[in-house]
């Protein structure tokens, strides 16, 4: 056939055309090549990422584990508390190589500065700890004493707890930084992808005019129809070339949405059709062959109250060409909900109108648990920092007003030249010891039941002891403030049951004292009652009721909680470290019972009451006390093994008390030489000792002497202390502080062969017994106050009756002068007065207080302790308080006159 030649002109223009479709071509490929890359680099980003994050969150873990409980601060305070490097010193070398492993892992994972300054502080803080026990250890292998050893070291994890949390506040926050960014960077791919697309678009747009332009003059009329026919052929190749490079271009888009999890959707808004990829069925768990009506579907998974807000923040998306950004909730046919993060943009046609929506759908259903998880993670540790914080300040502050009635008496003691004032220190001293002790009992109790450690007996039990213990405790405490208490005894109970009677005991004091101290009229009743389920055990029923303030029910929630009370503002009335009745509810626990119950009204009182299943015993145990006078004719020499210069004249002046003659040594070395040369009765033992200590004195003494008695002089109270004690060869178990009775029964078990016994007793039946518990009310007749117990008064003074009865005469005068010129100052008292208005008020109510505890005149003491307290906050007693306190001056200045007649 024969071809018509192109002209000049055309041929440069054909020329053109595969220059132009060239150009398009690879600026295609270029563009599809660098989208691929661009997901690929943000892949890698997040996935990098990932590992990193959970580097560092190992890292942490090792470090949180090797710095609680078990781990090197926890295994290093132990060393310095028990000295036992055979025990620990192992495993706080395994911790120090974790830490210091887990601090290096972290450091190399922290990028930034500041982040290896944290990493660096921590690191600074555990290197100080490291250093102090490379220190200790060798001083507690030396046999150093707590003195040296406490002088180098104080063993206090708030260092380490807050470079943690300085740590941990890093890390938090360069993690929120890198989740921001991976989505700034996700939002960037997707805008790069949508812009390549539109340059896409418009490349072959360009390219098709340009391309029908030059076609329309290239076959002119000069051409023959083979020519044009080859040249649409010729085109028609070229376009097809386009057709499977966007092709390519779509797969490797469809490719990089997969391994991002993304499923991409197309909503046409003219025909109302919405199609989804693959990742779209996955997420929202449909059939892929279900094709039709797909915005139903959609429609359908989503929530009910999220579907209004999806589709009002479509609408405004088409409306204003903005970017529609959400996160909703949808529900899969499994029935699981999962979150949706919705990314989409509108496009427009030529004349501006919207045509469709484009957009992705990404589950994010794990990154909203995990960020819920921390957040309620982050809540609970904040709740439990605030109970802690709370306990610490009621505990310093609790542990705080013994010591400084301690050391404050005994300085005043020092220089106070009259006996009989001293003799009050002294009383008050005595007191403060006793208060300081119950607080560390109840720290120690609740520890040993925190452990597993706490032993219950089952021995029988003298109930009628325990009721009449209870009475003669708490009859003059419930007289002071005005109020009854009673106990009442149903006919069923048995004189005797086996259980624990010293945690028996503990748990109605608890309940007792409380309800004494929560009421201030009225009247507080034990009811003691059984029921015998079986003939193995009777549920007997113990019920504390009150008539004082109640406690609402929001308080009544955390009652039982460790370290929580009902009132813990810096005003509250009564003190307490908020474990009583925590400990009382584990006892009753241990003791078989379910638990404690509360029934209360606020201002009306409260009911406490609990059951344990008890057996009954054949057999009362009795225990007459022996008289005091009785020891004073002993006659024996002892050796004190005691290092500390007061707790050794503490020990000789007791010992000298009953007549014996005592013999001190400084240490364990200095014990074992007198022990060998001199002959004694009885040798007391403390342990913690310098030179050698009392397990090895004692060790050492059992070889030349195998039968005199020794006995533990220590302040470790534990049942695992006195197994020790034991297994080194001693014969007993004396805990400091020293309570008399308790070192009278230890010289009346190991010097009996020199001391004048009483007549024995024996336990003998319960049927020979069964009225010693009467059943009826055990109330006092009047339930009027005793406005001075002279007994007691007597007793305070030791006995010296003459100089009491002088004392209770000043007292009078004393009153008889101060009562009226007192109340008027006090009731004058307002926010106009001044400042020594104030101080002189409370100087001569602190003054009364002082004489008024000291002589027994306990309602007048109370009250004054109380408005003392008041004045010191500058404080203004209510007119309901004043008229109590102006009445018991009264009544105790007529009680006073009646004595002194």
């Known amino acids: 056939m024969h071809r018509l030649k192109y002209k000049p002109e055309f041929k440069s223009q054909i020329s053109l055309i595969y220059i132009v479709t060239s ?22 980003t997040w996935e990098t990422q990932s590992e990193r994050t959970a580097q560092i969150n190992n890292a942490l873990a090792e470090i949180n584990r090797t710095t609680g409980y078990g781990g090197f601060i926890h295994n290093f305070k132990n060393l310095v508390l028990r000295r036992d490097n055979a025990r620990y010193d192992s495993a706080i070398q395994n911790n120090i190589k974790d830490l210091t492993g887990a601090i290096q892992r972290l450091d190399n994972l922290m990028h930034r500065e500041e982040d290896k300054q944290a990493v660096k502080q921590l690191n600074d803080t555990f290197d100080e700890y490291i250093q102090k026990y490379y220190q200790v250890s060798p001083m507690i292998m030396a046999g150093k004493n707590s003195d040296e050893i406490d002088a180098i070291v104080k063993v206090d994890d708030a260092p380490a707890l807050q470079a943690r949390e300085l740590l941990v506040k890093h890390i938090a926050e360069r993690t929120a930084e890198y989740a921001a960014h991976a989505k700034a960077t996700y939002a960037q791919a997707i805008q790069y992808l949508w812009i390549n697309a539109v340059i896409v678009l418009l490349s072959l747009l360009l390219g098709a005019a340009f391309l029908v332009r030059t076609v329309k003059q290239v076959f002119a009329k000069e051409l023959e129809v083979e020519d044009e026919k080859e040249k649409l052929a010729l085109a028609y190749q070229r376009d097809k070339k386009v057709q499977e490079e966007l092709k390519l271009i779509s797969q490797r888009l469809l490719l990089a949405t997969k391994t991002s999890k993304m499923g991409v959707w197309d909503f046409n808004l003219t025909t109302g059709d919405l199609s989804w990829d693959e990742n779209m069925y996955l997420i929202y768990g449909v059939d892929k062959n279900i094709k039709d009506n797909l915005i139903g579907v959609w429609q359908s998974a989503v929530l009910p109250e999220d579907l209004e807000v999806s589709q009002t923040l479509m609408q405004y998306s088409i409306a204003t060409g903005e970017d529609y950004d959400q996160v909703f909730r949808v529900r899969k046919p499994d029935g699981e909900i999962r979150h949706i993060q919705a990314l989409a943009k509108p496009v427009f046609g030529t004349f501006g109108e919207a045509e469709k929506m484009v957009g992705i759908n990404q589950d994010i259903t794990e990154s909203i648990r995990n960020f819920n998880e921390l957040r309620t993670a982050k809540e609970h540790a904040e709740e439990a920092n605030k109970a802690k914080d709370q306990f610490l300040a009621n505990f310093s502050h609790e542990i705080r007003t013994p010591l400084n009635a301690i050391i404050g008496l005994s300085e005043m003691g020092a220089y106070e030249a009259k006996l009989s004032v001293t003799q009050q220190y002294h009383e008050k001293i005595f007191k403060s010891g006793q208060h300081l002790l119950h607080i560390i009992n109840d720290i120690l109790d609740f520890s040993k039941i925190e452990a597993g450690k706490m032993k219950f007996e089952s021995r029988p039990m003298n109930m009628h002891q325990v009721f009449d213990s209870l009475k003669q405790f708490f009859d003059n405490m419930a007289s002071s403030k005005g109020i009854a208490f009673k106990i009442i005894i149903a006919n069923k109970i048995s004189p005797a049951y086996f259980g624990d009677q010293l945690r028996l005991t503990q748990v109605l004091t608890n309940l007792i004292g409380n309800a004494i101290k929560f ?11 059984c029921q015998k389920p079986n003939e193995h055990f009777s549920m007997v029923r113990f019920c504390v009721k009150d008539t004082g303030v109640g406690i609402d029910s929001h308080s009544q929630k955390v009652l039982f909680q460790p370290f929580e009370q009902v009132d813990n503002s810096h005003t509250r009335k009564v003190g307490g470290t908020g474990l009583g009745l925590a400990i009382s509810q584990r006892l009753v626990q241990g003791m078989g019972g379910k638990e404690i119950l509360l029934n209360s009204t606020p201002n009306e009182g409260s009911v406490f009451y609990f059951e344990l299943p008890l057996a009954e015993s054949s057999v009362i145990p009795t225990f007459k006390p022996r008289p005091k006078d009785s020891l004073t004719s002993i006659k024996g020499q002892i050796l004190v093994a005691e290092d500390n210069d007061i ?13 014996l003659k005592v013999t001190l040594a400084n240490d364990g070395l200095e014990a074992v030489e007198k022990a060998r040369t001199g002959t004694y009765d009885l040798i007391l033992m403390d342990i913690q000792m310098p030179n050698m200590d009392g397990y090895e004195a004692t060790q050492a003494i059992r070889e030349f002497n195998k039968k005199i008695p020794i006995i533990a002089l220590t302040a470790a109270a534990r049942n695992e202390d006195r197994e020790l004690a034991i297994h080194a060869g001693m014969n007993g178990h004396l805990s400091k502080p020293i309570e008399s009775d308790k070192l009278e029964e230890v010289l009346v078990n190991w010097l009996e062969l020199k001391v004048e016994h009483p007549p024995e007793t024996k336990d003998v039946p319960a049927d020979a017994l069964d009225a010693a518990i009467e059943n009826t009310e055990a109330t006092n007749p009047t339930n009027e106050p005793m406005f001075i117990d002279r007994d007691l008064g007597i007793k305070m003074l030791d006995g010296n009756e003459s100089m009491y009865d002088l004392l209770l005469g000043r007292l009078l005068e004393q009153l008889t002068a101060e009562c009226d010129p007192l109340m008027a100052a006090l009731k004058a008292l307002n926010g106009n007065s001044s400042e020594e208005d104030w101080k002189i008020a409370q100087l001569q109510v602190h003054t009364l207080k002082g004489v008024t505890c000291t002589l027994a005149a306990t309602p007048l003491c109370n009250l004054s302790t109380e408005i003392d307290a008041l004045l010191k906050t500058k404080s203004r007693p209510t007119p309901g308080l004043l008229e109590q306190y102006h009445n018991t001056f009264k009544a105790t200045i007529q009680a006073l006159e009646a004595l002194t007649q």
């Open 23 to 44: 150009i398009m071509l690879g600026v295609i490929f270029v563009l599809a090549f660098l989208a691929f890359e661009r997901f690929q680099t943000v892949q890698k």
């Open 647 to 659: 707790n050794q004249e503490v020990v000789k002046a007791k010992l000298k008390q009953y007549g």
């Open 519 to 529: 009421t201030d009229q009225g009247s507080v009743t034990l009811t003691v009652s």
